[in-house]
C-alpha cells in the first residue's frame, strides 16, 4: 500500500553507468561508474526509464497504447498477452507481475479485468513501476468514476491527455489527481455503472435490496452533476484483509489483519475533517489477547502491530485522543494503513476430513460455520480443496435445502470448488463429495490433499473492532451539511485449514 506523493523519485541501473536518479521531470543526480562520462550519458539518453505504456483487455485487445522512446521492436502487446495467457512456468497458474522476453522487461498488474503494463529495457526497480501502474489505475478511475474497458474507449482522449501528464518521455512526472486537475481540459463521458457487473469495491457494499450509496465507486472527480451542481458527501472505507491458518483439529495457527481507511472526498472549498478512532486504541504489542471472547460484541482495547499515515494527516492530538485531523486532497487515497497480529476472533470456522471409502475411494467433509451476528451476511464464498492427482471423477452432496450453492470438480488442477452466493451469520454450510480413482491409494491420502482455502468478502463487518468514533467536517455557514459516509468490509486474504 503505497502513500500518495505528486512526485515520484526512482533509479534506473545502466551497465558500465552506474544509478541514475530522477526527482519529478528531470535528472537529479548521475555519476558515471566507467571511465567514459560521454558514453554513459548516450546509453542513458537511448536507454530511459519506460520505453511503452499499454492497457490490455481480457481477450488481448489494444485498448490504450503509447510508446515513448521507439526502443522496443513492434508486437511487444501481443507478445506479452500470449506469454501471459499461455503462462507455464514450474505449474504456476499465473504469469508473475514481472518478466523479461528477449531482452525486454515486462511489468504488469491486473486491475478491473484489464492489464495495465509497461516495457523497459534497462533495470529499474520493479517496485517503483508496480506502484507506477497501480497509482495510474488510481487516478483513471478518479477521472472516469468506473475503471472498465467501457469507460476507457468511450474516454480515450481523456486518457491519453491524464497519460500526456502522467508520464513524458519515458519518465513518471506526477501521479497527483490533484495535481493534474490544473492540466487536464476534458471532461468525462461517464458510463452507467447500473448495468455493469460488479468489477471493484461496488460490489462489497450491496446486500439484497439494501445498498449503501456507492457513487464514490462510479463517480469522477471532475464531473459535474446534472444541474450544475456537486453533491457535498465523503466516504470513509474501513478495508480488512485477514490471514488466518487452521490446524487439522481447529486451532488457529496464525492471524493476521492488513487493514487499510480510504477516503474519497468530493467537498468543495477543501475544509478540514476531523477523524476519530477508538479511544482504546492502541499501538504495538502487549502479548495480551485483543479479543474478549466472554463478550458477544467483541469488546476489548483495539490493539495494532503498527501502522503509517498519508501525508496530508496531521496527529496532534492522536496520542491524546485518537482523533486525525486533514485537509482531504482530490481522488481516493489511504488515510491509515495498518497491521495486526494480536489474537482475534475470525469470522468462519472451516473443518476439512477426507477419508478413505475402498481402495480407489475417499469422502470429503467440508463444513462452515460464521461466527459473526445474524444481520450481517458474507457473499461471494468460494471454497477450494485440492485432492489427490489420480482423482478421477467427483460427485456432490448439498445439504437439504440449499439455495445459492454450486460445486464442481476441476480436473486440470485436480481440486473441489464449492461457491455460495451469501452467509448469514450464525448459520452453518455443509457439503459432502465422494472422490474415484484411477488406482488405489498408497500411504496417508490426507498428506496428498488439501489445503482447504476459502475466500469471501463481508459487508459492514470488521475482524478487528477499529471503529469511526465520528467524522466533522469545518463548516463553512449553518447551513453547510454535508453527507457523510462510513461502511467496513471484510475480505480474505489467505484463509487456509489444514487436513
Not at 508486437?75 to 503462462?87: D, L, P
Not at 488405489?440 to 469471501?456: C, D, L, Q, W, Y
Not at 463553512?476 to 454535508?482: E, G, I, Q, T
Request: proline residues 5%; contains cysteine; neutral net charge.
Amino acid at each position: 500500500m503505497g502513500l500518495t506523493f505528486p512526485f515520484l523519485l526512482f533509479f534506473a541501473s545502466v551497465p558500465g553507468c552506474g544509478v541514475v536518479f530522477y526527482l519529478g521531470k528531470g535528472e537529479v543526480a548521475a555519476r558515471a561508474s566507467g571511465p567514459e562520462e560521454k558514453t554513459c550519458q548516450r546509453k542513458r539518453r537511448r536507454g530511459g526509464m519506460i520505453s511503452q505504456f499499454f492497457v490490455l483487455s481480457q481477450r488481448g485487445d489494444h485498448i490504450v497504447f503509447r510508446d515513448y522512446r521507439g526502443e522496443v521492436p513492434k508486437g511487444s502487446a501481443e507478445i506479452f498477452f500470449r506469454k501471459v495467457k499461455f503462462w507455464n512456468d514450474d505449474e504456476a497458474e499465473e504469469a508473475p507481475p514481472v518478466f523479461n522476453v528477449d531482452g525486454v522487461n515486462y511489468i504488469h498488474v491486473k486491475v478491473a479485468g484489464l492489464f495495465f503494463v509497461v516495457t523497459t529495457m534497462v533495470n529499474v526497480s520493479p517496485s517503483l513501476l508496480l506502484e507506477l501502474l497501480q497509482r495510474i489505475a488510481r487516478v483513471t478511475k478518479d477521472y472516469l468514476g468506473v475503471l472498465n474497458e467501457d469507460s476507457l474507449r468511450k474516454n480515450f482522449i481523456l486518457v491519453y491527455e491524464l497519460l500526456d501528464e502522467v508520464i513524458d518521455f519515458g519518465y513518471p512526472q506526477t501521479t497527483s489527481t490533484e495535481v493534474l486537475k490544473s492540466y487536464i481540459f476534458n471532461e468525462p463521458i461517464m458510463v452507467d455503472a447500473g448495468r455493469l457487473p460488479p468489477l471493484g469495491p461496488a460490489a462489497m457494499f450491496m446486500q439484497g435490496t439494501k445498498r449503501m450509496p456507492g457513487t464514490a465507486v462510479t463517480k469522477s472527480v471532475v464531473a459535474t452533476e446534472p444541474g450544475g451542481k456537486k453533491r457535498e458527501e465523503i466516504f470513509v472505507d474501513i478495508i480488512e484483509r485477514i490471514s488466518v491458518t487452521f490446524s487439522s483439529s481447529g486451532y488457529i495457527l496464525t492471524s493476521e489483519i492488513d487493514g487499510t481507511i480510504q477516503m474519497k472526498s468530493y467537498l468543495t472549498g477543501n475544509p478540514e475533517i476531523r477523524l476519530a478512532l477508538n479511544e482504546d486504541l492502541s499501538i504495538g504489542r502487549t502479548g495480551s489477547s485483543s479479543y474478549d471472547y466472554r463478550s458477544s460484541s467483541g469488546g476489548g482495547t483495539v490493539i495494532l502491530d503498527d501502522c503509517n499515515f498519508h501525508e496530508s494527516v496531521h496527529l496532534d492530538s492522536f496520542d491524546i485522543d485518537r482523533t486525525l485531523t486533514l485537509i482531504p486532497p482530490d481522488g481516493e487515497f489511504p488515510v491509515m494503513n495498518y497491521r495486526m497480529t494480536q489474537e482475534f476472533k475470525p469470522p468462519f470456522r472451516v473443518t476439512a476430513l477426507i477419508e478413505e471409502a475402498g481402495p480407489s475411494r475417499a469422502e470429503v467433509l467440508l463444513k462452515i460455520r460464521a461466527d459473526f451476528s445474524a444481520n450481517v451476511t458474507a457473499n461471494t464464498i468460494t471454497v477450494q480443496m485440492p485432492v489427490p492427482a489420480y482423482t478421477m471423477r467427483a460427485s456432490f452432496e448439498l445439504e437439504a435445502g440449499a439455495v445459492g450453492q454450486t460445486t464442481d470438480f476441476k480436473e486440470g488442477s485436480r481440486r473441489l470448488e464449492w461457491n455460495l452466493k451469501k452467509i448469514v451469520g450464525g448459520s452453518e454450510h455443509t457439503l459432502r463429495a465422494k472422490l474415484t480413482f484411477s488406482q488405489e491409494s498408497h500411504g496417508n491420502i490426507t498428506k496428498e490433499a488439501g489445503p482447504v482455502n476459502m475466500n469471501f468478502t463481508i459487508p459492514m463487518y470488521n475482524a478487528s473492532k477499529l471503529q469511526v468514533r465520528y467524522l466533522q467536517i469545518a463548516k463553512k455557514s449553518k447551513a453547510y451539511n454535508p453527507y457523510r459516509w462510513v461502511r467496513y468490509v471484510t475480505q480474505a486474504n489467505s484463509y487456509v485449514a489444514r487436513l
